[in-house]
């Protein structure tokens, strides 16, 4: 007679090294949103010296045997044109002075727009889009979205408006290899950030959503909606 194999007391060894591995990947996803929350803290007062943007398009470089020169300049606040500034707020995050980091009212426009017709509409604070620079790159998922979601408020409440924004115009992408006002401004304009116009600062403003792609000389349209949209605020 053929014995039976006795499968029973795998299964305590196998729900016991689940139980462990769900408590040790919790506890690293604990560690890494601390560590993101310190960095926000420490950006309060230490400019950052790069990005999870910044170092995803190296590694794209690298991946695909391209050459890649990196412009980056950290420059304070009072040294970016108002008018860039300006430009800015008003393309990317119209409500940034009001909100306290998650525009719900946009969010509230882009789900309804989603549920009308499957168009989507972007509704990223400028908040939301310095965390996703600073920790996350430019990919998507639910993953993703749930830490973001929770390190937004920290950044709201430990940085403020104003280094906020300081921090953002400084990193975001303005084209390949092109990080911050400065770089962008002496790439496009040939001149500091300080010294850039209405014109020129909508221009610049208006290739922000897709910076691989555009370029300041071809915003002609959208440009031109910007300018009436700072005008409209007083800017």
């Known amino acids: 007679m053929t ?37 926000l803290v420490t950006a309060r007062w230490i400019d950052p010296p790069t990005t999870v943007v910044h170092i995803q398009r190296r590694l794209q470089a690298w991946i695909h045997h391209m050459p890649y020169h990196e412009r980056y300049k950290f420059i304070p606040l009072g040294q970016i044109s108002p008018d860039l500034q300006h430009a ?19 969010i509230q426009i ?36 749930g830490a973001e979601f929770t390190l937004v408020p920290v950044a709201e409440f430990v940085l403020g408006k104003r280094r906020i924004l300081e921090i953002y115009l400084n990193v975001v992408e303005w084209g390949p290899g092109i990080y911050g006002a400065e770089s962008a401004c002496r790439y496009y304009d040939g001149t500091a950030a300080l010294n850039i116009g209405r014109q020129q600062a909508a221009r610049l403003a208006a290739i922000l959503p ?26």
């Open 3 to 39: 014995e039976k194999t006795d499968t029973h007391p795998k299964t305590p060894l196998r729900k016991g090294f689940l139980r462990s591995l769900v408590r040790w990947l919790a506890i690293g996803l604990v560690l890494l949103w601390s560590l993101a929350a310190l960095i």
């Open 210 to 235: 897709a910076p691989l792609k555009r370029r300041p000389d071809r915003m002609n349209n959208y440009s031109l909606l910007i300018l009436e949209r700072m005008r409209q605020m007083n800017w």
């Open 88 to 106: 800015v707020v008003a393309a990317e995050d119209a409500r940034f002075y009001q909100h306290h980091g998650f525009d719900w009212h946009e």
């Open 110 to 145: 882009a789900a309804e727009d989603d549920l009308e017709d499957g168009r989507t509409r972007g509704a990223s604070t400028i908040t939301q889009q310095l965390v996703k620079n600073l920790f996350f790159g430019t990919g998507r998922s639910i993953l993703r979205k």
